[in-house]
């Protein structure tokens, strides 16, 4: 449901324009994915000109996580995936778009040349610490180095392990 263009372009602007960037986008029923993509890139140019009021030269960029769980729902359901919109469309200088996905899955999804690859390394030990430190103060390096064994030193793991964490007692 979350890969069809129509969703996905209308959850991306509403989250920009719950900052403030832009207004919100409203798609009907009915309405093709390529009319709600001209409305949506609409919104990522009104996010760019205000953000570019007080900064000239900044850019958006929108990251997409899991962009390989999208294309597989999208396949599965013989629908189409937003992820080959964003990749296909041109959005205007300033507008960029970081996708993360395991890196197996990329080129059997997309063809060589249509993304550049930047692996993304686990945290050694001393990223773990400083990763719990800003979150908890009285973090230690033992409880960092059991952190680190346990998650390997990937971020996501860690984000998830400690989401719900109040303390580390």
């Not at 989250?15 to 009907?28: N, V």
């Not at 949506?40 to 000109?49: A, G, I, K, P, S």
């Not at 800003?134 to 860690?158: C, E, Q």
Request: hydrophobic share 40%; aromatic share 10%; net charge positive.
């Amino acid at each position: 449901y979350r890969h069809l263009p129509e969703k996905a372009f209308v959850q991306i602007a509403n989250e920009l324009s719950a900052k403030g960037l832009c207004e919100p986008l409203i798609a009907t029923n009915g309405l093709s994915s390529q009319t709600v993509l001209v409305d949506f890139n609409r919104r990522l140019q009104d996010v760019l000109r205000r953000l570019r009021v007080q900064h000239p030269d900044a850019g958006v960029y929108v990251f997409i996580d899991a962009a390989d769980n999208a294309k597989m729902a999208a396949q599965d359901a013989k629908e189409s995936c937003f992820v080959d919109y964003l990749l296909q469309s041109r959005f205007g200088e300033g507008c960029h778009f970081v996708f993360s996905a395991r890196t197996g899955r990329m080129r059997e999804f997309w063809p060589e040349g249509a993304f550049d690859q930047v692996e993304i390394k686990p945290f050694d030990e001393d990223e773990v610490f400083q990763f719990l430190k800003r979150k908890f103060a009285d973090a230690n390096s033992s409880i960092a180095k059991k952190l680190y064994v346990r998650t390997a030193g990937s971020p996501r793991t860690m984000a998830g392990i400690l989401s719900d964490c109040k303390t580390l007692k």
